[in-house]
C-alpha cells in the first residue's frame, strides 16, 4: 500500500507493472466498480468532482440501485476514503451496504449545492473522512 498522508487522497493498492498508479485520466476511473471489503459490489463511478481553487480531488461520485441507470441513487464519495486496488481495477471502500441507508445521496437531477457547506460536512462525518478543504 501507498504511503500517503490521510487526507491527501485515495490510498493505492500498488499494482507496479503497466501505467499508473499515480498519475492517470480521470476517465481512466470512471465506470471502476466501487466494493467493500467483503467484496461486495457497492456501485460504479460515474464522475471525478474536483475541487478547482485547491486543485485537489474531492469526491467520486458514484451510482447504486437501479436498473440499466433508471432509478440509480447517486453518492459523493470522499476521495480519502477511497482505496484504488490496481490489481482487481476497483475501488474499495470500507464500508456495508448498509452504510448507504442513511448516506446522502442524491438523485442525478438534483445535485447538491456547491454552497452548501453543512451537506459536504455530513458526507465527510459519514465516511469518517478529512473534509477535503482542510
Known amino acids: 500500500m501507498a504511503n500517503i498522508t490521510p487526507g491527501e487522497g485515495a490510498r493505492i493498492d500498488i499494482n507496479s507493472s503497466g501505467p499508473g498508479p ?8 470512471e465506470g471502476d466498480k466501487v466494493v467493500n471489503r467483503q467484496g461486495e459490489t457497492l456501485g460504479k463511478v460515474t464522475e471525478i468532482m474536483l475541487d478547482v481553487p485547491r486543485g485537489r480531488i474531492a469526491y467520486a461520485v458514484m451510482s447504486s ?3 440499466l441507470g433508471m432509478g440509480d441513487k447517486l453518492f459523493a464519495i470522499p476521495w480519502g476514503a ?3 486496488d490496481t490489481e482487481r481495477k476497483c475501488f474499495v471502500l470500507d464500508a456495508d451496504k ?5 448516506a446522502p ?3 442525478k437531477d438534483q445535485w447538491p449545492s456547491d ?6 460536512q ?3 462525518q ?3 473522512s478529512r473534509p477535503f478543504w482542510e
Not at 22 to 29: G, V
Not at 98 to 102: D, K, L, Q, R
Not at 115 to 120: E, F, I, P, S, T
Open 126 to 128: 459519514h465516511y469518517h
Open 105 to 107: 445521496g442524491f438523485d
Open 82 to 84: 477511497l482505496t484504488l
Open 65 to 67: 440501485g437501479g436498473f
Open 115 to 120: 454552497a452548501d457547506m453543512g451537506w459536504h
Open 122 to 124: 455530513s458526507v465527510h
Open 22 to 29: 499515480r498519475l492517470m485520466t480521470a476517465d481512466t476511473l
Open 98 to 102: 448498509e452504510v448507504f441507508e442513511s
